[in-house]
């Protein structure tokens, strides 16, 4: 139906459920007989295991059992992979290191699983835990990322210089050849913060075994059921018929729900020692010492520009933290992921870019919202920024000088992305006139008198989305012309379930009471790629679409039969009353409801089966430009945002009200990372100083602006649906907008660089130290 369809600003059907407390998360689910896992985690950021004693622990009351690695050992069972094969620079060696499940012989970071209790309750499984005796012969330990390489604590005895490997993209040759014959080279040293994901929900299981069917069930928050199934069957050593993965209700993910953990691997093994349900939801505090981090590396970024600004090559030299063993995903976020988009929107004829991924005594870090692109964006960005700055031109026409034109679209960058489609300057002038540059110097001389610094930044920032795995969607008709669709994507709140529906009701008419959605079961789904890289709408949609047009195909025949018609000479029509099959020339039509009551059962019930399956053939290109104004008080560093705006491009739009939320989403937390975030770490004893909210700040709703959002989309070229992925872009355009506005507010006390995040004291001592140097 055309008001329920592609475009429509369809309230999210998800929502009645979920705010009358009927939803139903991982930790809501029990089950008779159920026991409890705690994990028993290292205090130590480095140490040897001499001993560990469980003999009076497990006589405790109501212990069912306690497990250590030598356990699982016994039983086979194999580390946690990462399973992206990365090929490093010649000469030079990969050293993998996996995560083990439980620490064997050495822990690596404060917060490693050493061993797993499993008790009746959660308080007897603790008090075990205290009873639990470990001898530890501590070592010394390396937690910053820029002095891992030279550090004398190494991670794994057998990885030199704690290097996990040494990668490059890019010409060097013809980009070191470019920077030779610069008229200028501008450089910026550059950090990217280490950030917690913190969603609402934090990380829980339950595990089960079924023994009559040698089956193990578990019930996990992740973001697709079929990879999970797939990493657990591997671990095990067991085929993956054995595993049957659930997911209910998800309450944020952000990528770090992407993984296999231990615990789960942990629940699943106990259920099955113990002969018993097995549970393990995490603590907050375990959150922030167990879940995954995201970014953490440091970069040396530089350009080369003619004499006349234009961009001659880029250059990036980038130390990335992995933690102290590689999650599933590691190798490829600073890699692949980050380096392909250091094109920015850019003409930049040669880049080269080296990463090195090392090994510190720190939990791993795989993808966080975005996933790469954010610590491009910021890269490149701030990179532009400065050498506007430098050469004396306005940071907008600096960036109109050089964005890639729409005429050159599709347009190959140096390092193999094909941007289908994009006006990047159209979205940078839309955004700039949204937000009233024009009046921005009045505005700033108004705060200089009200004792604040007043600053604007602009950045305008592309990323790469929905590429890699197909997906496929099937749809169940019943009698009643009601749809059952079964999806291998993951919604953790993004809303997926009103999305799916638009795509159906736009194909066949129906309205989106009569559709229902199934996901997070890897059994009556039986494949998905999952939900991360913003790929669910535009891959999982477009599957969504062709398993509606092959309903379309299979109801044809029954309602030539009903219009005594030729198939041939049928189209099937979509208005606000609803779907059906017309006889072209003719006033015959039948509605799709009246097809679907006149058709065949199968065994099941259903009368038609659609399948559709999606393969991206590329990347889609979401882009656009923020601009942000924020003050800086002179007397207390406090920043403010005062005015955001954005402009985006993400070719077709599916709904807009859930295309909005997304983008907020996005702001809010890059915002965060900008200004308030930040996972620290003892420099001596490695020892985590952020392990709580009342040390690690989370950006408030009182610390957001109104934010003027708008679009100016261009359909995607390689999408069937032109759409192009939302649901990470806000937070990779966020970060160098503010930090740009920050340097330009600063700009006048000689500031050129702000490092995140941004805090008031960060900002005080920079007033302040520039203000003691002018008085010298």
């Known amino acids: 139906m055309t008001k329920f369809g592609i475009g429509q600003p369809v309230p999210r059907s998800e929502d009645t459920r979920l705010l009358r407390g009927a939803g139903r998360y991982t930790d809501d689910v029990r089950m008779p007989g159920q026991k409890v896992g705690y994990v028993l985690r ?45 090929r490093v620079r010649a000469g030079t060696t990969l050293h993998m290191k996996h995560r083990p499940v439980l620490a064997d012989g050495f822990v690596r970071h404060v917060g490693e699983p050493v061993a797993f209790i499993v008790a009746d309750s959660l308080y007897q499984a603790m008090d075990a835990a205290e009873a639990v005796m470990v001898d530890y012969d501590m070592l010394d330990a390396v937690v910053d990322t820029a002095a891992a390489l030279t550090h004398p604590a190494q991670v794994h005895g057998d990885v030199p210089a704690n ?87 998800v309450g944020g993910g952000f990528g770090m729900k992407l993984f296999c953990y231990p615990e789960y691997v942990l629940a699943c093994f106990a259920a099955r020692k113990v002969d018993a349900p097995v549970a393990w939801t995490s603590s907050r505090a375990e959150a922030f010492l167990s879940d995954d981090h995201g970014r953490d590396n440091v970069s040396v970024a530089e350009l080369a520009l003619d004499t006349e600004g234009r961009i001659l090559g880029l250059r990036a030299d980038i130390i990335a933290n992995m933690g102290a063993y590689l999650s599933n995903y590691a190798t490829y976020i600073q890699t692949d992921g980050q380096t392909k988009m250091l094109s920015g929107v850019y ?50 026409a600096f960036r109109r000088l050089n964005m890639i034109p729409p005429s050159a679209m599709p347009y190959r960058t140096p390092l193999g992305h094909v941007y289908d489609s994009g006006d990047f300057a159209g979205t940078l002038e839309a955004a700039l006139e949204r937000a009233d540059r024009a009046g921005f110097p009045a505005r700033r001389a108004k705060a200089r008198e009200q004792g604040r610094l007043l600053g604007l930044g602009i950045a305008t920032y592309i990323e790469a989305c929905s590429g890699g795995a197909p997906e496929a969607a ?30 159906i009701a736009e194909v066949l008419g129906i309205e989106p009471d009569a559709i229902a959605m199934v996901q997070g079961d890897s059994q009556v789904v039986k494949t998905g790629g999952g939900t991360g890289g913003s790929r669910s709408i535009p891959t999982g949609g477009a599957a ?45 039509f039948v509605p799709f409801i009246e097809v679907a009551a006149a058709a065949k059962p199968d065994a099941d019930g259903h009368v038609f089966r659609g399948k559709g399956k999606y393969s991206p053939p590329s990347n889609t290109f979401p882009n656009g430009t923020h601009v942000v ?103 990779i355009g966020a970060c160098p907008a503010i930090i740009n506005a920050l340097v330009d507010a600063l700009a006048d006390h000689g500031v050129t660089h702000v490092d995140m995040p941004a805090t008031a004291p960060v900002l005080w001592r920079l007033i302040h130290s520039a203000k003691a140097a002018t008085a010298a």
């Open 474 to 503: 099937e749809l169940l008709v019943k009698p009643d012309g009601s749809v059952l669709l079964l999806i291998g994507t993951q919604s953790n709140g993004q809303g997926h379930e009103t999305a799916y529906k638009q795509v």
């Open 42 to 86: 290292s205090p130590h950021a480095h140490a040897a295991i001499l001993s560990i004693d469980t003999t009076d622990a497990a006589s405790m009351p109501g212990i069912q059992a306690i497990f250590t690695a030598a356990d699982l050992k016994q039983a086979g069972i194999k580390d946690i992979p990462c399973v992206v094969p990365l």
């Open 347 to 396: 003409t930049i004829p040669a880049i080269y870019a080296r990463v090195r991924g090392v090994y510190t005594h720190t939990q791993p870090v795989d993808a966080y919202r975005g996933a790469g692109r954010p610590e491009a964006a910021y890269l490149v960005e701030r990179l532009i920024d400065k050498a506007a700055r430098e050469i004396g031109q306005d940071p907008a």
């Open 163 to 249: 290097l996990a490997y040494d990668w490059e993209k890019g010409n060097r040759t013809a980009t070191d050849d470019v920077f030779a014959r610069a008229a200028r080279i501008v450089r910026l040293d550059l950090i990217n913060n280490r950030l917690s994901a913190n969603p609402l929900e934090g990380r829980a299981c339950l595990a089960e075994h079924d023994t009559g069917a040698d089956i193990t069930r578990l019930t996990v928050g992740s973001q697709g059921v079929h990879d999970m199934r797939d990493m657990l069957a591997g671990i095990f050593g067991e085929d993956r018929a054995r595993f049957h993965v659930l997911t209910h209700e």
């Open 629 to 731: 104004e924020i003050s800086v008080e002179i007397d207390t560093g406090v920043p403010r945002i005062e005015r955001y705006t954005v402009v985006d491009d993400f070719g077709t739009v599916l709904n807009p009200l859930l295309l909005e939320g997304q983008v907020h989403g996005g702001i809010a937390q890059g915002m965060g990372q900008a200004l308030l975030e930040l996972i620290r770490f003892d420099t001596e004893s490695g020892q985590l100083l952020t392990g709580s909210f009342m040390d690690y700040a989370m950006p408030r709703a009182d610390h957001l602006p109104m934010i003027d959002f708008s679009l100016r989309p261009v359909p995607c070229a390689t999408n069937p649906l032109g759409l192009k992925g939302a649901g990470e872009a806000g937070a």
């Open 544 to 588: 969504v679409r062709d398993g509606a047009a092959d309903v379309i195909s299979q109801a044809r025949p029954v309602a030539a039969r009903l219009l005594e018609a030729d198939e041939h000479a049928l189209r099937f029509e979509v208005t606000d009353a609803g779907g059906g099959f017309a006889v072209t020339g003719s006033n015959r």
